[in-house]
Structure formats: C-alpha cells, structure tokens
C-alpha cells in the first residue's frame, strides 16, 4: 500500500479566509477523494478527484466553497474558502486500492475557524 | 435514504468477552464492498476487514469476523475476545461499482467501550 500524508496536520483560521490542504501519495493512485468529518460525527464524502477532470461533488458540496485539484496522480489539494466556524472539521483524503481492496486514508487535517 | 445503517451509537462489552457491531446496508449495485473501519480517539482511520458482494465465505482477519448476510443485506462486525485497546469509534462502509460512481459512504458509527 502507498503512503498517504497531509499538510497541515492542524490550522486555527480567521472566518473570511481560506485554507488549502495539501495530500501527497507516494504512489500512483486513479481516484482520490475527500471526506469531511465533524466533530463527533461520521465521514462525509465531499468530492472524488481524478487526476485530468473536474472533480465530481456530492451533494450539499460545490466547487466555488471547496475547489479541489488534481495536478498528477500523487498529489491533490482542497481548498475550504471563505471560512465560517461551522467548517470547523478534521478533513480527510483517501484513496482505493484496487489491488488489495481497500481504501486508505491520510492522518486528517484538524480545522479550527475562528 | 441511508444507505448504510448503524443502529447502535453505543455498545458496552466486558473485556474478553465478544461482542457483534451491526450494519445494514442499500444498493441495486450487484458489484460492491463492505468494510468496518476503527477510529480511536487519535483520529486514525484504521482498516479493520473487507467483504465484497460476490464472496462465498465471511471475511475473517485475526480477532475481526465479518457475518455477511446478503439477502437481508447485513454485515455485522463480530470482535471476538475483546481487549482494552478496542474501545473505539468503529464505522460501516460501503464501496458501489459503477452505479454508484465507486465512492466509499460511511455509517454514523458505533462507539464501543469495553470494560476492565
């Protein structure tokens, strides 16, 4: 399996701003997603990112709140604009892995806003 | 509609004792797979053990049983001998096909105490 690593690990942001989280995975992966989780609450699938198109959102997401991008296929970052502390979350990106069935995910980005 | 039911948002088991997570779960995808995930409380998503929808056997990974039911779509999580270090959050999922677009949903989740 590839490791999968995310920059920051924590950020304390003003409301207004933006944060732009970085994931890098030392292998070649086909689809990445990005998952949010609340605070004590599940993950919630906030959009797949396939290196070469847009990335596809899921409901209740969109692209001008949370653009993704997808430069190669070991690298992808989310950016949570204009900030509001209800965005405060720990954001997780994750990729499949067809060959041994499982999907791996990153330690997570702790967001605090303000 | 949910698509991944966990009905218990907690579950007390003394320790060494086993103890079953439930999981129901929906999809008209006849290609999918089911997975159980532990989360403690440093936030790790941490693999527990997989089911895709054409296997014959249950999964079984060391301690971590899976008991798929397929007609009554469940995949109940079964710990067996369980120990202080399992205390955790532990999350249902399930991975579509094509149908669905091959994303990964999740569960509410079950927080599992277990007791000394």
């Known amino acids: 399996s590839a490791v999968i690593s995310q920059k920051p690990s924590r950020d304390i942001c003003q409301r207004g701003t933006s944060l732009t989280i970085q994931c890098q995975v030392d292998?070649?992966?086909?689809?990445m997603f990005w998952y949010r989780q609340q605070p004590g609450q599940s993950l919630t699938l906030i959009a797949t990112a396939n290196q070469g198109s847009e990335a596809t959102y899921e409901s209740g997401f969109v692209i001008d709140k949370f653009p993704i991008s997808r430069p190669n296929l070991t690298f992808s970052t989310l950016t949570v604009s204009n900030m509001s502390p209800e965005d405060s979350s720990i954001y997780l990106c994750s990729y499949w892995d067809r060959e041994n069935n499982e999907q791996f995910f990153g330690p997570g980005t702790r967001l605090t806003v303000l | 509609a949910q698509k991944i039911t966990q009905t218990q948002p907690g579950m007390f088991v003394q320790e060494k004792e086993a103890v079953t997570l439930d999981c129901t779960y929906d999809?008209?995808?006849?290609?999918?797979?089911l997975f159980w995930y532990k989360q403690p409380s440093s936030g790790e998503m941490i693999f527990l053990i997989y089911q895709g929808s054409y296997d014959q056997q249950n999964a079984t990974e060391g301690r971590y049983s899976l008991n798929f039911q397929k007609a009554r779509k469940s995949a109940n999580l079964v710990i067996s001998a369980s120990q202080l270090g399992d205390s955790a959050m532990y999350f249902c999922a399930m991975r579509e096909g094509l149908t669905g677009g091959f994303k990964t949903i999740f569960g509410a989740g079950t927080r599992l105490f277990v007791k000394a």
């Open positions: 292998s070649q992966v086909t689809m």
């Open positions: 999809t008209s995808d006849p290609s999918y797979g």
